[in-house]
T-cell receptor, first 113, second 116 residues
Framework: GENVEQHPSTLSVQEGDSAVIKCTYS??????FPWYKQELGKRPQLIIDIRSNVGEKKDQRIAVTLNKTAKHFSLHITETQPEDSAVYFC????????????FGTGTLLAVQP | DAGVIQSPRHEVTEMGQEVTLRCKPI?????LFWYRQTMMRGLELLIY????????DSGMPEDRFSAKMPNASFSTLKIQPSEPRDSAVYFCASRQDGTGGLGEQYFGPGTRLTVT
């Protein structure tokens, strides 16, 4: 079946460093790729998303890149801060229906002060 | 807006009992999704509705699970009978149409279900 692979599963960085999380997807019809942040015991919240007709999108310290040919997309966080510590999930739409999302397994990001 | 509302926030029940989880989506949203989150399987889509109609229930694990949406402001996910392997956090999410099929799903706070 369709799936989304996410790496790494854990990532520890020093405050101020950059963090990169990578995902690959299998459905060539996927055209929507959101990233969610989930703090411990809280709900997932959208931090940025990208559509298939765009190669890169940036929002302050967060950026996402998409390579449709290789079927992979990445989240980049610059100048990390302790409050960035959380689990990050990538997701991809599948089946040609953008309402259905397959989520990656998550990356636990720890920013050390 | 209060966001997506779920109840109860925590549920502890014994194996074999019926469990009903409730969700109130954001007013005006056309889509409602039920997800299950576990350490082993991550975040899985169980079922989603569009304008109160179930569109895809292929993620529902088995016949013990059922979901309804009797009106635009209320949905339930029922497990009968419950089993220990159903223990998980169940999230409800909603989304508004009119964004070309693309748009943010807003998650509720979740219901942590423990079946003993």
């Amino acid at each position: 079946g369709e799936n989304v692979e996410q790496h790494p599963s854990t990532l520890s960085v020093q405050e101020g460093d950059s963090a990169v999380i990578k995902c690959t997807y299998s459905d060539s019809a996927s055209n929507y790729f959101p990233w969610y942040k989930q703090e411990l015991g809280k709900r997932p919240q959208l931090i940025i998303d990208i559509r298939s007709n765009v190669g890169e999108k940036k929002d302050q310290r967060i950026a996402v890149t998409l390579n449709k040919t290789a079927k992979h997309f990445s989240l980049h966080i610059t100048e990390t801060q302790p409050e960035d510590s959380a689990v990050y999930f990538c997701a991809a739409s599948y089946g040609g229906a953008t309402n259905k999302l397959i989520f990656g397994t998550g990356t636990l990001l720890a920013v050390q002060p | 807006d209060a966001g997506v509302i779920q109840s109860p926030r925590h549920e502890v029940t014994e194996m074999g009992q019926e469990v009903t989880l409730r969700c109130k989506p954001i007013s005006g949203h056309d889509y409602l999704f039920w997800y299950r989150q576990t350490m082993m399987r991550g975040l899985e889509l169980l079922i989603y509705f569009n304008n109160n109609v179930p569109i895809d229930d292929s993620g529902m694990p088995e016949d013990r699970f059922s979901a309804k949406m009797p009106n635009a402001s209320f949905s339930t996910l029922k497990i009968q009978p419950s089993e220990p392997r159903d223990s998980a956090v169940y999230f409800c999410a909603s989304r508004q149409d009119g964004t070309g099929g693309l748009g943010e799903q807003y998650f509720g706070p979740g219901t942590r279900l423990t079946v003993t």
